[in-house]
Nanobody, 123 residues
Framework: QVQLVGSGGGLVQAGDSLRLSCAAS????????MGWFRQAPGKEREFVAA????????YYAGSVEGRFTISRDNAKNMVYLQMNSLKPEDTAVYYC????????????????WGQGTQVTVSS
């Protein structure tokens, strides 16, 4: 099982960039697809982006495609979310997640979540 700790959130202005990091523990990290999700105040948690175990495939929600980039470093057990051209509607708590495939991550439906990292974008 992979334990995940997200970091890198903060308060930024619209148009700014921010990079989130997710540190994973466990020797099997490189065998998992990784994903980012977010939950805005008063809204349901939503899928943001995912990357395959090798890093060769990625998938993005339409609302972030072209602005966000997910990447991973299997040697360091890290996954990242580079967020550019941030908008106020990107304000949310962001969570990272591990699962077997991108398709599985996209389905969501997870019951247990970690602490997440807060991203606040002011207008």
């Amino acid at each position: 099982q992979v334990q995940l700790v997200g970091s890198g959130g903060g308060l930024v202005q619209a148009g700014d960039s921010l990079r989130l990091s997710c540190a994973a523990s466990g020797r099997t990290f490189s065998s998992y697809a990784m994903g980012w999700f977010r939950q805005a105040p008063g809204k349901e948690r939503e899928f943001v982006a995912a990357i395959s175990w090798s890093g060769s495939s990625t998938y993005y929600a339409g609302s972030v495609e072209g602005r966000f980039t997910i990447s991973r470093d299997n040697a360091k057990n890290m996954v990242y979310l580079q967020m550019n051209s941030l908008k106020p509607e990107d304000t949310a708590v962001y969570y990272c997640r591990a699962d077997s495939t991108i398709a599985t991550l996209r389905k969501g439906g997870y019951l247990d979540w970690g602490q997440g990292t807060q991203v606040t974008v002011s207008s």
